[in-house]
């Protein structure tokens, strides 16, 4: 399988290259030349493996030019051993056809870590086949960097760089991060906002000279190994509840925009998928743009659900690149001028097929703490935030009562306990894993907003 860039310019890839390199040299995300396809037959035939064994059949046509399957085999079978609970990803039955998809089970209690356990695996196994060592920078606004951390931390080949803004992310986050103790884990609380990290890492991945001939790796999910981990659960899910014989539907809280676009690679691989839904909260540039084919961005509101707080959503393009027949030219003037707002809008065929893929909905944080309490009373039932406005979509959005509706939890509520208070419930206690968190060791460096300060103590470390 190569892979080749959305821009149509930066020449095709291999799997590893891919892995290591993050953003193609032209700008744009690496997508896979073509999908695997899985029959009906196939896929009802996967009905009672493990989580693992669905991730290995899954994953290995888009690897296998790097990676044997049984070195695959051992990477997915630790990855996800690593996970609190046997299913890895339980269903939750709320209502006759409402169901949740817990993935909030791996050590850092969110979605991410589906993905970014395997991805510190991945990188690893192409690090020593390669003898190289990566330098990886990342900004967060809290689930991505302990996820990631969390995920690398075992990585004697990676030395990372994990930004956040300074006193900006929630306690229990924080904590997640700073406390992972390693030689090569470096956590850098910037005297900013989220922004001003994210745009930090933007410069240092455009001019990598600092680091005197090293190279800068990605864990955010512009990196084509965290989707392509995501699409398995949207198969695992289908497969507990009678799929491929009998569709579902999928709702997914949604800010940058990689997890559901994972839903809808599953779909094009073959899984009957009814409707993916793409449901934001008070940032809903993408409901805005498939609901009215209005893409504008406005300011950054700071709402109960920050995962999703996102002004534009990096992986968008990778689906616009479908929509416009993959069209490498077309499609950089189309997201250029969308970036720098002279463009507002998709061509209407192309907006029309987008509405034909997905429904959205947008919730705000009073709704939000509706459905929390609501689901609380109702099925006795903890939602997070994120999760409870992909519930409260995946209702509003509904036009199949009779298929199976599942919302991805995307986060355990323990993370954010101040939605769970404002919704009337008590806050739920960590589970025993982290039970003694707050009393862990931290370690962090605060440094000022500036770009010459944070790449000079990068240097420091290395
Ligand atoms: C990252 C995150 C999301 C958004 O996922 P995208 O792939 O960026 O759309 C939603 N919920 C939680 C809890 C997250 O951590």
């Not at 070195?71 to 039955?93: I, R, S, W």
């Not at 986050?173 to 900013?192: F, S």
């Not at 398995?232 to 289908?238: E, L, M, N, T, W």
């Not at 599942?406 to 509520?413: E, K, N, R």
């Amino acid at each position: 399988m190569r892979y080749i860039s959305t821009r149509g310019k930066a020449s095709s890839l291999s799997f590893e290259d891919v892995l290591l390199t993050g953003l193609a040299s032209d700008g744009g995300l690496y997508v896979p030349e073509s999908l695997p396809q899985f029959s009906h037959e196939e896929i009802a035939s996967w009905s009672k493996l493990s989580y693992a064994d669905l991730a290995h059949k899954i994953i290995l046509p888009f690897v296998e030019d790097d990676i044997s399957s049984s070195e695959l085999k051992a990477m997915v079978d630790e990855t996800y051993a690593g996970f609190n609970h046997k299913a890895v990803a339980p269903l939750v039955q709320l209502d006759q056809n409402e169901w949740v998809l817990e993935l909030f089970h791996g050590p850092t209690l969110a979605f991410k870590d589906f993905a970014l356990q395997l991805l510190g695996r991945l990188m690893d196994h192409a690090l020593i086949k390669r003898d190289k060592r990566l330098v990886i920078m990342g900004a967060t606004s809290g689930d991505t960097g302990s996820a990631a951390i969390e995920g690398c931390r075992h990585s004697e080949r990676v030395q990372m760089f994990i930004l956040h803004p300074h006193e900006r992310v929630s306690e229990v986050q924080r904590r997640q991060m700073t406390t992972l103790m390693g030689d090569n884990i470096h956590n850098i609380a910037v005297r900013g906002n989220f922004d001003d990290c994210q745009q930090m890492v933007k410069q240092s991945f455009a001019d990598q000279s600092f680091l005197n001939g090293g190279q800068l790796g990605a864990v955010n999910s512009i990196n084509w190994a965290r989707i392509m981990a995501q699409i398995v659960y949207y198969f695992y899910a289908s497969v507990a509840l009678g799929g491929p014989h009998r569709p579902v539907s999928f709702s997914v809280p949604t800010g940058n925009f990689g997890d559901i676009y994972a839903g809808y690679l599953a779909k094009k691989m073959g899984l009957p998928i009814k409707q993916l839904i793409v449901a934001t909260n008070e940032n809903d540039i993408l409901h805005r743009c498939i609901s009215a084919n209005q893409y504008e961005k406005q300011g950054l509101v700071q709402t109960l659900s920050p995962s999703m707080d996102i002004m534009v959503s990096s992986n968008f393009e990778r689906l616009l690149f479908d929509l416009y027949d993959r069209d490498g030219a077309a499609l950089t003037e189309l997201v250029t001028g969308l970036n720098d707002g002279t463009a507002n809008s998709l061509e209407p065929q192309r907006w029309q097929q987008a509405r034909e893929l997905f429904s959205s909905h947008r919730v705000d944080d009073e709704q939000t703490c509706e459905v929390i309490g609501q689901v609380a009373q109702e099925h006795n039932y903890l939602l997070d935030p994120h999760s409870a406005i992909g519930v409260e979509a995946g209702r509003v959005c509904n036009q199949h009562p009779e298929v199976p509706m599942i919302t991805l939890a995307t986060a355990h509520p323990v993370k954010f306990p101040d939605a769970v208070i404002k919704a009337g419930q008590a806050a739920p206690e960590l589970p025993v894993h982290l039970s003694d968190l707050h009393e862990r060791p931290e370690r962090c460096k605060v440094l000022d907003n500036d770009l010459a300060t944070v790449q000079s103590y990068m240097m420091s470390q290395l």
